[in-house]
């Protein structure tokens, strides 16, 4: 992919030394979608640095369940951390799902969609065992 990010996106962090051959960066992401490796994601997804999972997650933050962060916890063995991206703006889950994950001895971030584009490419970058579930900017109208 070029330097420049496509028109309505933004460029995900990259880094000199990721270079994508520990496992699946970001792209860009926006409105219109999260590129990665050439593809366009329009709904919710996992990404690990092994596996792209689309279609996960609710159609806005306020309705995960449990489900929806098991899946999280499932897809990767030994995951250390996982990252929940909310769509445009940060959205915390009920506490009681926050406490389902960390239950499990994982680390759980949750931020907006962009910042959880950026930060899972660091932390793949640095090798950690991470998994990413990302709701879209542009979520459907309630």
Same mark, same amino acid.
């Given at each position: 992919? *070029?330097?420049?990010? !496509?028109?309505?996106?933004? &460029?995900?962090?990259? $880094? *000199?030394?990721?270079? /994508? *051959? %520990?496992? @699946? ?5 926006? *409105?219109? /979608?999260?590129?990665?490796?050439g593809? &366009?994601?329009?709904?919710g997804?996992i990404? +690990?640095?092994? &596996? ?12 995960? +369940? ?6 999280? =916890?499932?897809?990767? !063995?030994?995951?250390q951390?996982i990252?929940?991206? #909310?769509?445009? +703006? @940060?959205? $915390?889950?009920? !506490?009681?799902?926050? $406490? ?12 907006? +969609?962009?910042?959880?584009?950026? #930060?899972?490419?660091?932390?793949? %970058?640095? /090798? ?6 990302? =709701? !879209? ?6």
């Amino acid at each position: 992919m *070029s330097e420049q990010a !496509p028109f309505g996106y933004v &460029r995900a962090m990259r $880094f *000199s030394e990721a270079d /994508g *051959s %520990s496992g @699946q960066l970001i792209d860009a992401y926006g *409105s219109e /979608g999260i590129l990665i490796g050439g593809r &366009r994601f329009t709904r919710g997804l996992i990404v +690990t640095p092994n &596996r792209i999972e689309d279609g996960w997650g609710p159609a806005h933050p306020v309705d995960l +369940t449990v489900e929806h962060l098991d899946a999280l =916890l499932a897809i990767e !063995p030994e995951t250390q951390v996982i990252v929940l991206g #909310t769509g445009e +703006t @940060q959205v $915390f889950p009920d !506490p009681a799902l926050y $406490f389902a994950v960390i239950g499990h001895g994982v680390g759980f971030e949750v931020m907006d +969609t962009g910042a959880a584009c950026r #930060t899972y490419n660091i932390l793949m %970058s640095e /090798g950690r065992r991470v998994v990413a579930g990302l =709701l !879209p900017l542009a979520l459907e109208p309630r």
